[in-house]
């Protein structure tokens, strides 16, 4: 049996994942920080994800021995299987994958939650039939993944593929690395739903879902406009940038952007069309594996 986690920068999602990539059953709870210290919140977490296994065990009557592997999908960057870096948490040098081996005795191995995603949707969803792809995830930050030849690059020393932190801006907005002018700066959809707030004086607690539904019911209006095509424009300028430097066969969009088709995809290829590029315009699709796919990845990543 083969365990899912999903750490997220505010909850914490753990299913059991079947050998065809299907989610058998999971369960997720929000993650209460407050104002706990930095070895406080890995004790917490460590103690969510263990208490969320044994209710998922303990739903499909199972016991902890069936367990043959645990697969961690993280935020920030992952090295050597240690999760170096979660900002939204304040973490540094979690080494959660131990923790876990230490006490189910099973073989535990965490990954960036992008190159997880991407290794789901290249397994079993929407990149499934590509060889040269590009995931790209576009979500509270960007993340991204890269296929050649149906495989996951991975470069030695860590992961790669870090497409959210490529300047597309001289001296742009300040970005959460320490750089200016990220990509992800501009089009992570937090910096859209970011816009859209400022430039319509909503409430900075609106939900992803009412902001959609805002937006689609002013799509119309000029200021609404304006947001989109600049959002638009910046997503085609690193989108150039990534078929110039990887020229893959389809670029696969996953994150929260996907909710958003509606709003963006008739625009960007419109706009995508007029693009120069060294190569032919790559196919566009869209993540079929949703919220499911960083799970599904974490337990199928040596798998690609
Ligand atoms: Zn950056």
Not at 9 to 34: A, F, P, T
Not at 50 to 73: F, H, Q, W
Not at 105 to 116: L, Q, S
């Amino acid at each position: 049996m083969k365990i899912g986690v999903d750490l997220g920068g505010s909850h914490v999602g753990v299913g059991i994942v079947n050998e065809s990539g299907k989610i058998v059953i999971k369960k997720e709870q929000d993650l209460v920080i407050n104002d706990k210290g930095e070895e406080e919140i890995k004790q917490y977490i460590r103690d969510v994800i263990i208490y969320n296994i044994s209710d998922v065990l303990r739903t499909v009557g199972s016991p902890m021995c069936l367990i043959e592997k645990i697969g961690i999908a993280s935020p920030g960057k992952v090295k050597g299987n240690v999760i170096k870096e979660i900002y939204n948490l304040n973490l540094q040098e979690f080494d959660l994958a131990h923790d876990l081996e230490e006490y189910y005795g099973v073989p535990v191995i965490a990954r960036n939650d992008a190159k997880c995603a991407g290794i789901a949707e290249k397994q079993y969803g929407a990149l499934k039939d590509y060889s040269d792809a590009v995931f790209l995830c576009l979500g509270t930050g960007i993340g991204g993944a890269t296929f050649y030849n149906g495989k996951l690059i991975e470069p030695k020393r860590s992961e790669g593929s870090e497409y959210g932190h490529m300047i597309i801006q001289k001296d742009g907005n300040p970005c959460k690395c320490g750089n200016k002018g990220c990509f992800e700066t501009y089009c992570s959809m937090k910096a859209f739903k970011k816009s859209v707030i400022e430039k319509f004086n909503l409430n900075e607690n609106v939900s992803s879902k009412q902001i959609l539904e805002f937006v689609l019911n002013n799509i119309h209006d000029t200021v609404m406009e304006n947001i989109i095509d600049e959002y638009v424009d910046n997503l085609v300028l690193g989108i150039s940038n990534i078929v110039n430097i990887i020229e893959p066969e389809v670029i696969c969009f996953g994150g929260s952007f996907v909710h958003f088709k509606d709003v963006f995809y008739s625009k960007l290829l419109n706009k995508i069309d007029k693009a120069q590029y060294r190569f032919d315009t790559p196919k566009f699709v869209f993540g079929k594996l949703d919220n499911d796919a960083g799970m599904i990845g974490a337990v199928c990543a040596d798998n690609i």
